[in-house]
């Protein structure tokens, strides 16, 4: 069974970093496309990072520049760094992994990210 756990949201200062963790269990990374979403406070989920085939990587507006995802093999996790954090970057963060050549989807349960002004 495929298990994806998100970890390292918290409260967090206006032009702070935190860095988002994704473990996967029950597979391998590497045969994912992976991203990252986030639903604010009365707002729709919305896509902020992906990561396609390993190699290729696609950012929202407001997170280029800012943001960055990435992935270690070794450890079958996927981390969504993110520095100079804004009010408005609030929301729960969630990793979603789909299966290459497949239907297969599957989502952690959301991490909290807190930016004080």
């Known amino acids: 069974q495929v298990q994806l756990v998100e970890s390292g949201g918290g409260l967090v200062q206006a032009g702070g970093s935190l860095r988002l963790s994704c473990a996967v269990s029950?597979?391998?990374?590497?045969?994912?496309?992976m991203g990252w979403y986030r639903q604010p406070p009365g707002k729709q989920r919305e896509l902020v990072a992906a990561?396609?085939?390993?190699?290729?990587?696609n950012y929202a507006d407001s997170a280029k520049g800012r943001f960055t995802i990435s992935r270690d093999n070794a450890k079958n996790t996927v981390y969504l760094q993110m520095n100079s954090l804004k009010p408005e970057d609030t929301a729960v963060y969630y990793c979603?992994?789909?299966?290459?050549?497949?239907?297969?989807?599957?989502w952690g349960q959301g991490t909290q990210v807190t930016v004080s002004s």
């Open positions: 029950g597979s391998i990374v590497s045969l994912y496309n």
């Open positions: 979603n992994a789909r299966r290459l050549m497949s239907s297969r989807e599957y």
């Open positions: 990561m396609i085939s390993g190699v290729t990587t």
